[in-house]
């Protein structure tokens, strides 16, 4: 049996990858008829060592980044109902601590592709989504870059 969707979370940020990641997460919602919660994380270094309360950590009065007001506009273009949460710490713990506390279908995200040294200094968030989540997970990838004609 197949379990339809109705809420799903997408998590963005000002990359390509989730730009991608909104295409992708859009294109479902519209399919199944679900609503779709933006959301943008703003990262605290060293945040993923503090051991949190395992609740999203909201900022007040429904602040808005330019990120997510470009997604419910792509949203809004598709007619998918969306919301945004735009929350500070530890992208992954927010991410998970969100996800349960709205109890979404889904949960959505680019990834970069990160290698060596780069996912050791600024981490793999997918890495980290995929170990810590109990959700279900959509990993989209960066789209490959387009080779220069000559």
Same mark, same amino acid.
């Given at each position: 049996?197949?379990?339809? &969707? !109705?809420?799903? /979370? %997408?998590?963005? @940020? @000002?990359?390509?990858?989730?730009?991608?990641?909104?295409?992708?997460?859009?294109?479902?919602?519209?399919?199944?008829?679900? !609503?779709? #919660?933006?959301?943008?994380?703003?990262? %605290?270094?060293?945040?993923?060592?503090? +051991?949190?309360?395992?609740?999203?950590?909201?900022? =007040?009065? +429904?602040?808005?980044? !330019?990120? /997510?007001?470009?997604?419910?506009?792509?949203?809004?273009?598709?007619?998918?109902?969306?919301?945004?949460?735009? $929350? %500070?710490?530890? =992208?992954?713990?927010?991410?998970? *601590?969100? *996800?349960?506390?709205?109890?979404?279908?889904?949960?959505? #995200?680019?990834?970069?592709?990160?290698?060596? #040294?780069? +996912?050791?200094?600024?981490?793999?968030?997918?890495?980290? &989504?995929?170990?810590?989540?109990?959700?279900? &997970? $959509?990993?989209?990838?960066?789209?490959?870059? #387009?080779?220069? /004609?000559?």
């Amino acid at each position: 049996m197949t379990r339809k &969707l !109705e809420r799903i /979370l %997408i998590a963005i @940020d @000002d990359t390509p990858s989730s730009a991608a990641a909104i295409d992708q997460g859009l294109a479902l919602a519209a399919g199944e008829g679900a !609503e779709v #919660v933006f959301v943008n994380v703003v990262s %605290i270094v060293g945040e993923q060592f503090v +051991r949190g309360e395992g609740k999203p950590e909201r900022v =007040p009065d +429904r602040a808005q980044t !330019e990120v /997510l007001i470009d997604a419910c506009e792509k949203a809004e273009e598709l007619r998918v109902p969306c919301t945004t949460e735009l $929350l %500070i710490g530890y =992208p992954a713990a927010q991410i998970v *601590a969100l *996800a349960d506390d709205l109890d979404v279908d889904l949960v959505v #995200v680019g990834s970069r592709h990160l290698s060596g #040294v780069k +996912r050791f200094l600024l981490g793999s968030t997918s890495r980290a &989504l995929i170990g810590g989540s109990t959700r279900p &997970l $959509l990993v989209v990838p960066e789209p490959a870059p #387009v080779p220069a /004609l000559i």
